[in-house]
DNA sequence: ACCCTACCTTCCACCACTGACAGGTTGCCT
DNA sequence: AGGCAACCTGTCAGTGGTGGAAGGTAGGGT
């Protein structure tokens, strides 16, 4: 029960939001940063497993359960649960999002125009495969399952933005790199 | 002349290609990431001022002139030219990306329905705006200035890129709204 | 002459995040 | 019985990024 200012730290709220579903231990919570939430909000074991004693710490989470290999599982408390909701609903500050992509579109301007394009077709080829891959993953997904919750709905919003992202990444790509006139710098 | 392992940092990158246009101080520096990308690389203070003096220190950049009040103006030097185009190059490892919102979605399930609903139309609405300050913003623009160098190009294909997402999060978000079955639980 | 604004830089404490190191246990297969 | 892969948890040094405090200077307007 511990106080102090919380600033914005989603980590700590992603992992609230998934321990709302079903128990789960460190080791399970990597699965699904690794997984579904990898192109989303990235974190690594070090973080995980810091952030889960730090929440459990601050009364927002409680060990429910020991199993072997030490494995911990955790669920949210009526506090942590609280604290959830209250930073869903601050939409107001929302984390500045960086671009390394964007940026490198920005500074093409250092390279020969042979070579930026070829950047341009590298997204281009990127965005393409990422399409693919994500639309077997959504035939791949047995969507009606029972234990998927809310995920049955908010999760396929989720990937039906990252398919569209990666349709307009390969558009625009293809446009971008036509932009480019023909004759090296 | 400081040698050791470069890993990836993008705002050093981020300077070199801005000074790389014209010599600007710090502060004219943060102008650019006060506007032009603000939204593709945000940067504090703190970060210019610090990171230029390790380029400089680095043998990546050269003070060329000194104003008034303290005032130095940075140019990239041949390393630090050298070193944009290894990173421009570079194109394997990306940084990992994060975004808030999507991240927001995912939890979306620890709402009512409609407090859900509501949160969409908060993007949807956003969207709109971003999308209605950045048609502005490009027929604002003077692209045919001289001044502007290859940013003429790849200037606005940023811009390009930045206008059609905001379309897609519009649009996006209205059928997000209504996938979300209207009796609240 | 005065003042105020914009100009311009620097330092620091703190948090988020990374990558690597470290170490122990269970269950299954042969 | 032995071995190995998968399971499972942690710690630590170092870096990137944040927010704010601090402080000084030039120029323009009244």
């Known amino acids: 029960m511990v106080e102090g200012r919380v600033l914005r730290m989603s980590l700590r709220h992603a992992l609230i939001g998934l321990l709302r579903e079903s128990p789960a231990s ?6 699904v940063f690794n997984s579904s939430l990898a192109k989303v ?3 690594t074991k070090s973080q995980v497993y810091t952030e889960l004693a730090k929440l459990a ?20 408390t009526e506090a942590g649960l609280a604290e959830l909701r209250r930073w869903m609903l601050d939409a ?4 500045p999002t960086r671009s390394e992509s964007l940026l490198r579109v920005f500074m093409l301007g250092a390279l020969t125009r042979d070579q930026a394009r070829d950047y341009l077709h590298l997204i281009q080829r990127r965005s ?15 969507w009606d399952r029972e234990d998927m919750g809310d995920l049955r709905i908010y999760g396929r919003m989720v990937l039906e933005f ?5 349709e307009l990444s390969r558009d ?10 023909p004759t090296d710098s």
Request: aromatic fraction near 10%; proline fraction near 6%.
């Open 172 to 181: 625009w790509s293809e446009w971008a790199a036509q932009q480019i006139p």
């Open 92 to 95: 107001g500050n929302e984390a």
């Open 41 to 43: 909000w990235p974190a």
């Open 26 to 31: 460190g080791y399970d919570l990597m699965h």
């Open 162 to 166: 990252a398919t569209r992202l990666a």
């Open 57 to 76: 710490d601050a009364g927002l989470l409680v060990v429910t359960a020991e199993g072997p290999r030490g494995r911990k599982e955790y669920a949210p």
């Open 128 to 142: 393409a495969e990422d399409l693919a891959a994500m639309t077997a993953f959504g035939e791949h997904v047995d």
